[in-house]
């Protein structure tokens, strides 16, 4: 039985990681750079996004951070932004497969990245 539990978490997890990637195989939908640390920008944008009844997924990487939106909470993801930080800025990237319209989402990115000031030195 335990098994069976690990293997349904396992495709479940797949399915996830699937579904993120074949959302960053496709054009992205907007593409942000700005001062802010990528770590104040991802929360910014995870607290914007968390107003919205959709389930919400965050991944922190030393990469950067990815937040994934699924309509359900065991659904696929419909989009992402990875927010990374390049040289001396970060750069905030939306992938969207949205049946509806998302702008409010992709504008709450635009949002984040201009107003969230650059560190201290």
């Not at 696929?76 to 319209?101: G, M, Q, R």
């Not at 504008?107 to 201009?114: I, R």
Request: hydrophobic share 35%.
């Amino acid at each position: 039985m335990k098994r069976y539990v690990v293997l349904a978490m396992a495709a479940t997890l797949l399915a996830g990681c699937s579904s993120a990637g074949s959302l960053r195989n496709s054009k992205p939908t907007a593409s942000y750079a700005g001062p802010g640390s990528a770590g104040d920008i991802a929360s910014c944008i995870s607290g914007a996004w968390g107003s919205k009844p959709v389930h919400l997924e965050s991944y922190v990487l030393y990469t950067g951070t990815t937040i994934e939106i699924h309509q359900t909470e065991n659904g696929p993801a419909v989009a992402l932004v990875d927010v990374k930080p390049v040289s001396d800025h970060t750069v905030a990237t939306y992938y969207s497969n949205f049946d509806e319209d998302d702008t409010w989402y992709f504008q709450q990115v635009q949002e984040c990245v201009d107003k969230t000031p650059a560190p201290a030195p």
